[in-house]
């Protein structure tokens, strides 16, 4: 399983970026996404959790993103957005993904959590 964030890059206070993360599996697998998170960690900070998603469409904030950030999750294409508006100096960090994912077959029924490489995140003031 990989997990491929990008999307990051410098952008000037105010900006926009729109941050993706794209799930592989072996073929062979099938599997389902239970669920999707975007974490960002600050240089000498640590990691906290930005938002994330259920299956379902449920979606949970940071204080410090709500009303500027947008998570979303394209099943059919195995990929979670972060659309970030307004963004600021304090949002700049390395941003990760993190997906649960349920692999099912005759044989098994299993989930898993996995971690992307992480997209850098710089907000210029």
């Known amino acids: 399983v990989q997990l491929q964030a990008s999307g990051g890059g410098l952008v000037q206070a105010g900006g926009s970026l729109r941050l993706s993360c794209t799930i592989s599996v072996a073929p062979g697998n099938t599997f389902r996404i239970n669920g999707m998170e975007w974490y960002r960690q600050a240089p000498g900070m640590q990691r906290e959790l930005v938002t994330s998603i259920t299956n379902d469409g449920i979606t949970k904030y940071a204080d410090s993103v709500k009303g500027r950030f947008t998570i979303g999750l394209d099943n059919a294409k195995n990929t979670g957005y972060l659309q970030m508006n307004s963004l600021n100096a304090k949002d700049s960090g390395v941003y990760y993904c993190?997906?649960?994912?349920?692999?099912?077959?005759?044989?098994?029924?299993?989930?898993?959590?996995?971690w992307g490489q992480g997209t850098l995140v710089t907000v210029s003031s």
């Open positions: 993190a997906a649960e994912l349920n692999f099912y077959s005759d044989y098994e029924d299993s989930d898993a959590e996995y």
